[in-house]
């Protein structure tokens, strides 16, 4: 997926939260990288701004998650993927680990919108295509889901994602990157994860 594509693609305001829990009491480094990618403004005590009710450029936020891991790790980048729980819009009938991670994709799609469109209508069940899938398999007779996940947005930050959307509600769960398939920071198109519990 490239940045071409991705042009008239956006992304809900709530989930610049995502950096901002991430970096914790250093939300002056978070704000700085945002402020740099033209996220938001700059508030008199110099942090960022944003609206969560706005729809911003997903490439910008793209190239801030980027830029978080280059330059502060992908520990900080995991932690932005743990707050997304906490941040995003999520449908209502989530009650248990299979619904939470099929909830993924569709809460994925109502996060990001398409020339201001979300790209989810709960209300028509329609969704749009153009950022890609986290998709879902649940292993029969198993405490295991497989799910492959061709999105933009980096290996580290969709495996914690889904670890703490698993663990909403199994406290035990186990996520890994099954290291059969591609990877998306070894040139694949999509990462496959492996989510186990007890």
């Avoid at 919108?113 to 029969?140: C, N, Q, W």
């Avoid at 889904?162 to 070894?186: G, I, N, W, Y």
Wanted: charged share 20%; glycine share 8%.
């Amino acid at each position: 997926m490239n940045a071409k594509s991705l042009e008239n693609i956006q992304v809900l305001g709530s989930n610049l939260s995502n950096v901002m829990h991430a970096f914790g009491n250093f939300e002056l480094l978070a704000s700085r990288i945002m402020l740099d990618e033209g996220l938001g403004t700059e508030s008199r005590q110099g942090t960022v701004q944003f609206d969560k009710e706005q729809w911003y450029p997903v490439t910008r936020w793209l190239a801030a998650l980027e830029r978080v891991g280059r330059e502060y790790g992908e520990f900080v980048l995991g932690q932005a993927g743990l707050a997304v729980p906490k941040n995003a819009v999520f449908p209502p009938f989530v009650t248990n680990i299979d619904s939470a991670l099929k909830s993924v994709d569709v809460a994925y799609h109502m996060n990001h919108a398409l020339g201001g469109t979300p790209m989810f209508s709960p209300d028509t069940g329609k969704m749009l295509e153009g950022i890609g899938h986290y998709g879902y398999a649940r292993v029969a007779d198993q405490k295991q889901i497989t799910l492959e996940c061709d999105t933009p947005y980096p290996c580290v930050f969709d495996s914690h994602l889904l670890q703490a959307m698993a663990q909403r509600f199994e406290s035990t769960t186990t996520v890994v990157h099954d290291a059969a398939r591609p990877c998306r920071k070894r040139g694949g198109s999509s990462c496959t994860y492996i989510v186990r519990w007890a």
